[in-house]
């Protein structure tokens, strides 16, 4: 499984981000789906609500993205009907967490493989975010993370330089969106746009939205 997780950076072309504030998290994505050397779509849609409480953002085979994400919709709902509650940010990611660990070890032709960030917010306005590694291993976000996307070696030394404890969200959406634009132009699997959310005690909400739009101009000179 080691070997599959340091391959899967070459095979899941995407580049999402997580940023973890004093007043919230902010998640981030580029908008390219590529499907082997071709891209096959450029408004795709890589940060997808769950619910009204927790956000998911994935790398990985599109599919096995989309199951993840409506099994655990599915699931947490069951479980906040049985309960009567609603789940918190930390039970909703180790559920989505366990599908994932599950999905990897059933028998089956074609290798279940996504990576994700899944971020959310408590009943008390509290704002959290979890890393979910290919094998359903899952562990607390304390400041960011870009899970195993193509894009992640492009973002993490900028995160790192400029990245600070203190951060609030209207800070890191503008480093957010300056990780992704940084990624989508040198990693061949990430481009064509920008989406941002934030997550706070006012919800979760799409703050950004951006097209990369080709433009190609005469280079000759008079």
Do not use: W
């Amino acid at each position: 499984m080691d070997d599959d997780l340091k391959n899967s950076i070459l095979k899941s072309g995407t580049t999402i981000v997580g940023i973890v504030c004093k007043d919230g998290v902010v998640m981030a994505s580029d908008k390219q789906s590529t499907g082997g050397n071709i891209v096959m779509d450029k408004d795709s849609e890589k940060i997808k609500i769950i619910n009204e409480y927790l956000a998911f953002a994935g790398t990985g085979m599109v599919s096995d993205i989309q199951r993840s994400i409506k099994l655990g919709a599915a699931e947490l709902r069951l479980k906040e009907l049985r309960s009567k509650s609603r789940p918190n940010v930390r039970e909703g990611a180790n559920l989505i967490a366990s599908l994932i660990y599950g999905s990897v070890r059933q028998p089956t032709m074609l290798q279940f493989m996504v990576g994700s960030l899944v971020g959310g917010v408590n009943e008390n306005g509290t704002a959290e975010l979890y890393t979910i590694d290919p094998s359903g291993g899952i562990k607390k976000v304390e400041d960011y993370d870009a899970n195993f996307g193509s894009g992640m070696p492009f973002v993490l030394g900028l995160l790192e330089r400029q990245y600070h404890k203190d951060m609030v969200v209207a800070d890191a959406v503008k480093l957010a969106t300056e990780a992704i634009k940084s990624s989508t132009q040198r990693d061949i699997g990430s481009g064509h746009g920008i989406d941002v959310f934030t997550l706070t005690k006012d919800g979760i909400k799409k703050v950004v939205s951006q097209e990369i739009k080709a433009s190609y101009e005469d280079s000759k000179k008079n």
